[in-house]
């Protein structure tokens, strides 16, 4: 069985922003509060508020962005926030567009499979109490994390293509994609995860979370139709090389260089699900049909074009809808 959870659908900057979505998931069937990477409200800081505010519910970073963090303080943060709700984080990683790394670095990572490699492995060992000794070009250093109880942190790396897929299946516990129409997860990223697995010699393959796009069209809410939603809460992707690379592997249109063809392309092949409730149902279950584990609702256009309220309202809707049946 899917399960269903919630990405805050915004970029707070306030804790009161993100409280309805955390009370959303406490007092609903979703499973997981999610959040991306946030420039403003940092999102460990978030979550561990959110405790504090009496919200302890399980979280997930999907995902944070590598040359923000040294694996060592990417490791010490998650346990934190575990420690701090008492419950379980998926903590997701990826190494960003190469613009990013530069900005931050000063060059890109000359080979991002090897610094994710790298790193993964790293968080990984470094949660299960060992000593790391890592020896790679990107991340060299010595450490254990003071030794202490926490509940269950999952290390999950962002995968859009093939290559970070198989990587993924090697190394990571979680899988998460990010605007993946449901087709081009089941025959191009499932089957690379699963030769990741074997090559590898692993005995279960890591789950998979999908981050997937929503907003309903319904009565009194003029301009929802889907792709202008699609494109409302993900043009910065839209405009990403390495989203492109992805969108256009999948089958989208992306030659034209316009962002509407874009749009249209995300929607006719499902990477966003909307329409009214039937139909935004209807998409969802063709990412549990492809073998999801976990579908995260991203509601940030209805959000973004007609606030916070609305986008609870759709969440909840699409919850009952999901729960129900």
Partial sequence: MTDYSVLIPCVPRRLEQALPFAGLVQWTGAVRLWQGQSMLLEPHQTFTG???????????????????RHPYEAAMQARSVAMATGEPVIAGFGPGGQAFQANLMGAPYAKPLQAA??????????????VVESTGPHYPFLGQLTPAAAPRVDVGLGVLRPGMARLAG????????????PGYLQ??????VAEGAARAGRTSLPRVVAMVPAGLEKEGREGADPERLALAGNAGHMQAPHYLDMLGRAGVDTGSGQLADVARGVVETGAFAGGDLAQTI????AYEEAGVD??????????KLFGSREALSDLSSILRAVTAS
């Fill in 282 to 285: 209807k998409a969802l279950r």
């Fill in 187 to 192: 025959d191009v990223i499932l089957p690379a």
């Fill in 170 to 181: 090697e190394v990571a516990d979680v899988v998460i994609t990010w605007l993946t129409p």
């Fill in 117 to 130: 490699r790298e790193y993964v492995t790293a968080v990984r060992r470094l949660l299960d109490g060992e």
């Fill in 50 to 68: 959110l405790a504090g505010a009496g919200f302890r519910v399980p979280t997930g970073f999907g995902v944070t962005l590598m040359p923000l």
């Fill in 294 to 303: 976990e579908i995260v609702l991203n509601t940030t256009a209805v959000n």
